[in-house]
């Protein structure tokens, strides 16, 4: 299962994400991580999350977060929710088909590996794809 936070940059969907991410702690049984570039989330995120700055994992486009995404299943059997803030800047890729390819390929590797997923996008909705509407939140 896919949700996908939109909006553009300054409406709050940082502090959407982190509510997220604390409320999927107290609520889910598994581990949840939360991907991120920067540290900016750590003091707001409980520490029970794992929290993953990329700026160590560098990433060159969506496919190598794909295989980033996959290679943390394969190491935690026990993932529960994958949260990923910024998408643009966690991929280093901002081409709207691409964001689309990666949307469609989270939903079914997280139904076919049993977690949730939310994606934060900084895009306003008049410009976002039909398929980032087709997981939106709002």
Known sequence: MLK???GPKGTGK???VIDLVNKAIDQELGSVVCI???N???YDISHRARL???TDYPMNGYEMLR???A???AGNYDISYIFIDSLYKVSNDKDPAETSAFLEWLDKFSDEKQFKAAVMISVPMEEATDVMKKYSMD
């Open 71 to 73: 290679g943390l299943c």
């Open 52 to 54: 993953i700055d990329v």
């Open 40 to 42: 900016r989330l750590t």
């Open 36 to 38: 991120e570039l920067g």
């Open 14 to 16: 940082t502090q959407r």
């Open 67 to 69: 295989g980033f995404v």
């Open 4 to 6: 996908v936070v939109l």
